[in-house]
């Protein structure tokens, strides 16, 4: 079968064996298998021994149509045991697309615990947006948005967009900062608008994790109120004065937990189903599993306006 891998040449589409499931894995015939930008920074690693692809859904041999939640917990340590398996202390060696065998290939076997399945009204070639959306979720439910809220969004990319939506779903006002005019009008379809003149928001939540993301989010926050980090600090940054003196509250948000007896990966497909236009306003392309080298260059090439990029074998 085929599967992407990251290798000393790049991005590059190899034949492996097909695997056969063993214990309590499952197969996924995969549909669609998103390009994220964490798999941007791993392809910059060089080689690595793993398929990639944590944002996948498809079929399994049964044909019914999963979303699959890419993490794995011990079920052990103290984290899991109360109730806190996204915090399990060993996630990362039991992650799909990072130190296992991810989505981007024709099959993938995964653990029977992952697989979510998918309601009427869901699109396989857009399923693969619930893990974002399901990003999202656990963001805005981690930090405590309440319907009337005031939120501030900052960055356009796909978390962004996500938390537009999943936003938009406890009822809250959404307006959205970002750099690039595509990025907006696709907020606009989702229902933020703009970023007005001045700050003063309850909550700001940076989905783009960059210093310059937080200096905006910390600039537009009103005094005592909570900035969530959604996205990714992949560099350190600094706080200061201004955070201090504003007594902001910072909330990270990892992965997806439980919330209000509900996993997040469960909201997310009822969103996903319930929102018109959702993939339309954030998969801007789309190629088959043997383009995946040019794929990746079009998701990492900013000239090309692409916000989700995702893969269909």
Not at 11 to 36: F, L, N, W
Request: charged residues 20%; proline residues 6%; glycine residues 12%.
């Amino acid at each position: 079968m085929r599967a992407v891998r990251s290798t000393d040449n790049g991005v590059e589409v190899m034949t492996v064996p097909t695997p056969e499931p063993t214990g309590d894995q499952v197969r996924v015939r995969v549909t669609s298998a998103g390009i994220c930008a964490s798999d941007l920074h791993l392809v910059g690693f060089g080689a690595l021994p793993p398929t990639l692809g944590h944002e996948f859904a498809g079929l399994l041999d049964d044909d019914t149509p999963v979303a699959v939640r890419p993490t794995v917990a011990c079920g052990t340590c103290d984290l899991c045991l109360h109730g806190r398996e996204h915090l399990c202390r060993t996630i990362g060696e039991r992650m799909y697309g990072v130190s296992l065998d991810g989505g981007m290939a024709d099959e993938v076997l995964v653990d029977s615990s992952c697989v979510v399945p998918l309601p009427p009204g869901i699109d396989l070639a857009d399923a693969s947006l619930v893990e974002p959306l399901a990003v999202a979720m656990h963001g805005v439910h981690r930090v405590g948005v309440q319907a009337g809220q005031r939120v501030l969004v900052v960055g356009g990319g796909p978390v962004g967009l996500c938390a537009v939506a999943a936003l938009g779903d406890v009822g809250a006002t959404v307006e959205l900062e970002a750099r690039r005019d595509e990025r907006l009008r696709a907020g606009e379809r989702l229902g933020a608008e703009p970023a007005g003149e001045h700050g003063d928001y309850d909550i700001v939540l940076d989905a783009a994790g960059t210093q310059s993301s937080l200096d905006v989010a910390v600039r537009r926050l009103r005094p005592g109120g909570t900035i969530g980090v959604l996205g990714t600090w992949w560099e350190p940054v600094q706080v200061g004065l201004a955070l201090q003196g504003r007594e902001a509250t910072i909330v990270p948000a990892f992965t997806y937990g439980h919330h209000h007896g509900e996993h997040a990966f469960d909201t997310a497909t009822a969103v996903l189903a319930s929102t018109t236009g959702l993939a339309d306003a954030l998969i801007t392309h789309r190629f088959g599993l043997d383009d995946a080298p040019e794929a990746f260059a079009t998701a990492g090439d900013r000239a090309t306006g692409a916000i989700k990029v995702v893969l269909h074998p």
